[in-house]
């Protein structure tokens, strides 16, 4: 079928189908489950309209049971049984996880960016937004600070491979090194620990953009009152950055904090581009594939522990979230 015919259809199909879903199902809640009429109308009308919006409810419900709750008590028992998938050996692939110091390195590495890769992209959008905000010129500055989000992470993986190269005509590092102290050049990316601080800078660079855009709408809604009353009674303009402006924007701070370790927990590319894992750079995702295809109980396993690790961080966002509702 034509690609523009298929659209149609599917556009027609799904419209169609939800319609006709809601129209019959009101239907038949109304006329054949609580019909109104006789001497229960009363009591009818009301039982429907309670189960009325459990019917709007129920496809996105449905949907979600479909494609989230059902593989990730699929993927829970999948993580159960051995690597042929034919033998139930309970909490063995974890017990096993938990011995490796491959995974553990792994893990410990999934920390050093949950706490690095935030705190840093907060950090420099906070600046960004403060600065560009003062600038003659600041869009434009806001614009290319916010150009990396556009780019993949692969394709900002393959940019900062030019920065760490080890050829110093090619590797903006190593040419530093060489016109500064005339030092040998070094692979940066082969640095036991200090590497995995070389590649959480690639996401720090993306992230940035994503923070100072949030950040910097949130310092344009501080009331002026307020700075003009610390400006009145003497506070310099630290002072009147970190105790006036800083406290007023915290739930916004904390939401960008959040939505960038969510970000930071399942990340995968930069790692897989950069180093493939190799020289103690392996995460938890990385680690995971590496298991892929020999050992599904193991990989599956190392999903699981990724959504817990994730779960909390979830569940704290949606709660703040909910607070700023109210």
Request: charged share 10%; glycine share 8%.
């Amino acid at each position: 079928m034509n690609p523009l015919m298929q659209g149609i259809v599917t556009i027609f199909v799904g419209v169609g189908g939800c319609v006709a879903y809601f129209y019959l199902s009101n239907l038949v809640l109304d006329k054949v489950i609580f019909p109104a009429k006789g001497r229960h109308i009363g009591r009818n009308i009301n039982r429907a309209n309670k189960w009325r919006p459990w019917l709007f409810l129920f496809p996105a419900i449905f949907v979600l049971g479909l494609y989230l709750v059902y593989p990730v008590i699929g993927s829970l028992v999948r993580s159960m049984y051995n690597r042929s998938g034919d033998g139930f050996i309970g909490l063995g692939n974890y017990s096993t996880l938990l011995a490796s110091p491959d995974f553990r390195t792994a893990f410990f590495n999934n920390l050093l960016w949950v706490v690095v890769v935030p705190a840093g992209s907060t950090f420099f959008g906070l600046l960004a937004a403060q600065l560009t905000d003062r600038l003659s010129w600041g869009n434009i500055a806001k614009s290319l600070i916010f150009m990396p989000m556009a780019i993949s992470f692969v394709g900002a993986s393959l940019i900062w491979k030019f920065v760490y190269a080890v050829d110093a005509d090619i590797g903006l590092i190593n040419a530093l090194r060489a016109a500064l102290f005339g030092s040998d050049p070094v692979d940066v990316l082969q640095i036991p620990f200090w590497n995995n601080f070389f590649l959480m800078m690639i996401l720090i660079w993306i992230q940035t953009g994503f923070a100072m855009v949030i950040l910097s709408a949130a310092l344009r809604g501080i009331p002026e009152d307020t700075i003009e009353a610390a400006i009145i009674d003497g506070a310099n303009p630290l002072e009147i950055f970190f105790q006036i402006k800083v406290p007023q924007i915290m739930p916004t701070l904390v939401v960008v904090w959040t939505t960038i370790t969510v970000g930071t927990l399942k990340i995968f590319d930069i790692v897989y581009a950069m180093t493939g894992g190799n020289f103690g750079t392996d995460i938890l995702p990385s680690y995971m594939m590496s298991f892929m295809f020999r050992d599904d109980g193991r990989a599956t396993a190392v999903a699981f522990v990724i959504m817990l690790v994730v779960l909390p961080v979830m569940i704290w966002n949606i709660m703040q979230s909910r607070k700023e509702m109210r």
